[in-house]
């Protein structure tokens, strides 16, 4: 039985969050995990970038963006504090079995699966992966979706929970990868706890703790065959894209964690 893991990231060695679950997994599975797989992230041209802001409009939400002096999600340096702590020269573990491919969705990534015949196929963070890859897994291919679905899918999914008030929403997910976006059905979803003082960075940080324990336990249970899946029910839910956290939206959810600290004081 053996395993392959793809995840995102802005450079080889992928992001504190990445890191923290590849961890975890060649810890639990070891010489079960075959290959690591990275890639590039998407970069699209000068051109055509000018040309889908052009058909995207929205100018005083971009120019609101421009001007707003807080990131967009939770800081990589803090995230990098709380799941890598005393970390300074993060690296991706795995030795000789990481791989870093032009794309997720590539040709080359295609041989790595054909040549490796990964009864799972372990997916976190990428960008969406096509049915030529995640059709490769011998059993099936798993997502952890840092969000509690069918409530919250998409985009900033534990960031919108705290903008519509809903601290019981806070959760993630492990799900089925299939075509539509963390629409797969779901193997297991945990809770993430707000505390006080907690920002999104910190809620994050917990998703991925909790997220991560609970993507082991299901790829066991994959490997076992125990593994049950549960259709999700999309009508129940919303979808989130990018362009929906405007600078507004960013403002309530501030007030909001402000309002959740004063309450629980």
Not at 67 to 96: F, K, N, T
Not at 182 to 197: E, P
Not at 244 to 258: G, L, N, P, S
Request: one cysteine or more; aromatic letters at 8%; a neutral charge.
């Amino acid at each position: 039985m053996s395993i392959v893991i793809l995840v995102g990231g802005q450079t080889p060695e992928a992001n504190a969050e990445h890191r923290y679950l590849v961890k975890a997994f060649l810890e639990r599975f070891d010489e079960r995990i075959t290959r690591i797989i990275t890639a590039e992230p998407v970069r699209r041209s000068f051109g055509t970038r000018v040309k889908r802001m052009l058909k995207r409009g929205n100018y005083v939400e971009r120019l609101a963006r421009a001007r707003y002096p807080g990131g967009y999600g939770p800081a990589p340096e803090a995230l990098q504090h709380l799941l890598e702590p005393g970390s300074d020269s993060p690296l991706m573990p795995g030795g000789s079995r990481r791989v870093h491919l032009p794309s997720h969705n590539g040709p080359e990534c295609e041989a790595i699966l054909d040549a490796d015949r990964p009864d799972v196929i372990v997916v976190y963070g990428t960008a969406i992966i096509r049915e030529n890859i995640f059709g490769k897994a011998g059993i099936i291919t798993l997502n952890m979706h840092t969000g509690l679905s069918p409530w919250y899918r998409g985009d900033s999914t534990l960031f919108w929970p705290v903008y519509f008030n809903e601290p019981e929403k806070l959760g993630v997910t492990v799900h089925q990868l299939v075509e539509s976006v963390d629409g797969g059905a779901i193997a297991a979803t945990a809770a993430v706890d707000y505390a006080r003082g907690d920002r999104e960075a910190e809620l994050f940080a917990k998703g991925v703790r909790a997220g991560t324990a609970l993507y082991l336990d299901c790829v066991a249970a994959a490997l076992d065959g125990s593994l049950e899946c549960q259709p999700q029910d999309l009508s129940i839910g919303r979808e989130f894209r990018w362009k929906d956290r405007t600078v507004a939206a960013e403002r309530q959810v501030i007030a909001r964690f402000e309002q959740w600290e004063t309450a629980s004081s």
